[in-house]
């Protein structure tokens, strides 16, 4: 529904909340026009203009007692940019891929892009605190999340200190952590969401080493959120995947943190969960 059906959106959530969820969240949200993901329609928070539409899907939610999340995103090169018309940026030179094959391609960025994503995703921070949401994710996730495409040797081959190691990959992530925290991690929980492996990706993220970037900043966030891959691999029916079946990706995180660790895979009931972790504990 995105931006093109706000209403429509809000009351979805409102059911989620009503439906007795802890916490609703929104799909991925474009930080800025450069983060634009069109022919797909997600949510859009560009600019003030944009605050009617949070803060009604934000009153929705909080009408049946949830807390409200927000996933700030920049798809990087996967944010082909059509509607915007904004050159695409990623860590290094790419085509620019949306799953529509777009003849596209995103230029590297330079420290100033940086210094530029970074003011950008502070002032989105910003923005969804004023819109009233409790949680402002920061997303690593499904080779969408820009953050993502830095950690990853397949996307990310710079030479600077944002490229090569994995505490260099792992940089920018933590920066953006840091910025949204000191936004506005006084009255909102900071999030992050983060794919556990890149299956299927030559070259891509493996668990062992998505892992050890965990361990390097495992009290950071204020909740671990976990999936998986790019979205092929982690949201799959019951023809293909068993309930459960992201546990042996996500087993072992809770570890490495003190922090709430969150997992998803096709659960359907309570019971299962328990069953599958073991008494519910991911460890
Ligand atoms: C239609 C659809 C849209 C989704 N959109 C998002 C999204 O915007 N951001 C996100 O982090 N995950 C998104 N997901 C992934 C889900 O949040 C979840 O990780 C995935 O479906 C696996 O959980 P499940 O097995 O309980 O469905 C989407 C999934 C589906 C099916």
């Known amino acids: 529904m995105g931006w093109r059906d706000p209403s429509a959106l809000a009351a979805m959530r409102g059911i ?9 969240c ?3 949200v474009e930080i800025h026009p450069a983060a634009d993901v069109t022919p797909y329609v997600e949510l859009r928070l560009w600019s003030d203009q944009d605050l009617p539409v949070h803060s ?4 929705a939610i909080h009408a049946h007692g949830s807390l409200a999340g927000i996933e700030l995103c920049h798809s990087g090169g996967t944010a082909v940019n059509l509607w915007s018309r904004e050159i695409p940026i990623a860590p290094s030179d790419r085509p620019a891929s949306s799953s529509f094959d777009d003849p596209v ?32 994710y920061v997303y690593a996730g499904h080779g969408l999340g820009i ?33 949204t925290k000191d936004a506005v991690g006084a009255t909102c929980a900071v999030p992050v969401r983060l794919s556990m492996s890149e299956i299927g990706v030559a070259g891509g993220l493996e668990r062992a080493e998505v892992m050890d970037a965990i361990a390097f900043m ?16 982690d949201s799959q029916t019951s023809r293909f995947a068993e309930e459960g079946f992201q546990e042996p990706y996500i087993k072992g995180v809770k570890a490495l943190t003190t922090k709430p660790v969150v997992g998803v895979g096709r659960y359907t009931s309570p019971d299962s969960w328990c069953a599958l972790s073991g008494a519910g504990s991911w460890t």
Not at 16 to 24: R, T
Not at 56 to 59: A, L, M, P
């Open 16 to 24: 989620k909340a009503e439906g007795g969820w802890a916490v609703v």
């Open 26 to 28: 929104t799909e991925m």
């Open 56 to 59: 009604h899907i934000v009153d």
């Open 218 to 233: 495992a009290e950071l966030p204020d909740l671990w959120d976990l999936c998986l891959s790019s979205w092929q691999y």
């Open 105 to 136: 391609h995103a230029r590297a960025m330079d420290k100033e892009d940086i210094r530029n994503l970074r003011l950008a995703h502070r002032a989105a921070a910003l923005r969804a605190k004023k819109a009233g949401y409790d949680l402002v």
């Open 147 to 179: 953050f993502q495409q830095f950690l990853s040797r397949a996307t990310n081959r710079r030479s600077d200190e944002y490229g090569g190691s994995l505490e260099n990959r792992v940089r920018l992530l933590r920066e953006v952590i840091e910025d």
